[in-house]
């Protein structure tokens, strides 16, 4: 079996399943015999796929294959997990509030560069459109055209996006303090208000 690497940080971005959804996918699983997409990886770290990589583990019957993406920093691989996670139809208000919040704050502070490097070009060319859509904001993009881009991908206005970050960072800064309290608000189980979120940013 392949022994992929877990980042907490990536983990960490993406919302997770319920005891009954973790269930019913291990039960798809089995059933399949294989997982049917490849995980998502950067190097030998797991970047997409964590529940089934978990499950697969539990079951070292069950085959997998994995797909490389040609990412160049733990930026571009940040904004490409929040950008496939808000692609998901079941996200909580606040979960798709944080991942905007997390996709602005890495997008506009990605390292330099072009965004347009041969092996992005190949990945475009190769990779299933959607498992890759390796479309990330250039490095070079100003941040107001940032988060122009992700407000009219994700049908938001510009100021939710500004707002979603402090939001993003309120939420980082009281796991922080308090473990465990980020599950509790993004699954809506722990209401706060923006503006509380807003003061500790």
Known sequence: MINLKIDPE????????????????????LKEGKLISPLIVWGNTLVDGHNRYEIVQEHPEISFSTMPLPFESREEVLAWICKNQLGRRNLTPEQKKFLIGKQYSVEHRKPGGNGNN????????????????F?????????????????????????????????????????????????KILSGQFKVRDADMHRLA
Not at 16 to 25: A, G, H, R, V
């Open 135 to 183: 479309d990330t904001i250039p490095p070079t993009a100003t941040e107001a055209s940032v988060r122009k881009q992700i407000a009219e991908r994700n049908n938001v206005s510009e100021s939710y996006v500004a707002r979603s970050e402090k939001f993003m960072r309120g939420v980082e800064i009281m796991e922080q303090m308090m473990p465990g309290t980020k599950e």
């Open 118 to 133: 041969q092996h992005t070009a190949a990945a475009k060319k190769t990779a299933p459109e959607e498992l890759c859509q």
């Open 10 to 29: 990536f983990q960490s971005q993406i919302p997770p399943l319920t005891d009954d959804e973790f269930k019913q996918l291990e039960e798809n699983i």
